[in-house]
């Protein structure tokens, strides 16, 4: 028998093994286009990594230069007059109370020289509330704890919180502080409300210091001496010093409603008491009514009081608790 002729063409060994050693020209190209597409999504990660930080550091710069601009409705308007009597003032002795109610300019400057903080109001600038009165509590000291009273008001702001925001449009602002901030009147039996618990509002605007000043600095030593925390404040949250430029200042501290004081009157005042205004505390409001109150003391207490009412006085009962 004649064999079968294979119709199959042979292909010479070197070849085959060639061809099973060479990729086919298709899976080069796949695998060129699987490292081009994975070079790029490495370049595409790495240049959004980078514009990501070039992006943040762009805020964080527009953000200090929009600081910078809402902090100019702050600085005063003469900004080369400079406080010359910094620490001139007066030494406020706490222990012998408040002075009498007729002596308005003293009482605002003992109040002002007592209180560490202040209910400060300011026009809002939120939307929703826009042009309203605002209020919020602010830290503040006129001097250190201690220390000779100023009359000036000093006190740190941050354009974080919404009272500096208010000023930075509109610096005026008005401050109330009351006797019973430290609950001297609660505690004597006088209701905050009343009128024998003396209050005053002090209007007028912010201005913030220029850092390397005198005032800056005592205003600053001031701040950190009645409240420490804020020396945490300055390394957190960007708060700068500011004082209030005084334009009116309003009493409050008997009956028959407000007086007015004026900026003169009020810085030449004297918060001090000497020994010859000591009064028994249940007369100090109302001294007045009265000719010359006084304390007879004996040896073992201080309980009887002698009290002579003046001929045109009002006063028509007297109540004494014991």
Known sequence: SQPVCSTATSTPIDKLIYQRLDPFPQQQRDDSLGHLIKMLRFCGIFFGI???????????????????????????IDAGEETNELTAGNDVNEQ??????????????YLVHKAEWVS???????????GYPMVNIIASADSARGAKSTGTLYFYLTMLDYTAQDLSKDNRLTVLLSMDQDLE??????????????????????????????????????????HPAAKHWLDTHNFFLCKLDIVQIAVLDYYGGPHYVTVEEYMKANPDTDGSEKVHP?????????????????????????????????????NLEV
């Open 120 to 130: 400060m109001g300011s026009l809002s600038t939120v939307d929703a509330i826009k």
């Open 282 to 318: 249940l007369l100090r409001l109302s001294q007045d009514a009265f000719d010359a109150p006084e304390v007879i003391s004996n040896s073992d207490s201080e309980r009887t009081i002698t009290v002579k009412v003046k001929k045109d006085s009002p006063v028509r009962r007297i």
């Open 185 to 226: 009147c609660s505690k004597n039996g006088i209701d905050p409300m009343e009128p024998t618990c003396a209050r005053i509002m002090i209007s007028g605007r912010a201005v913030r210091l220029e850092e390397g000043t005198d005032e800056f600095t005592f205003g600053k030593n001031a701040m950190f001496s009645r």
């Open 96 to 109: 012998s109370g408040p002075p009498p109610h007729t002596e308005y300019a003293k009482m605002a400057r």
């Open 50 to 76: 980078l514009l990501v930080l070039v992006v943040l550091s762009g805020i964080e710069t527009r953000s200090q230069y929009r600081v910078d601009d809402e902090l100019a409705a702050f600085r005063p």
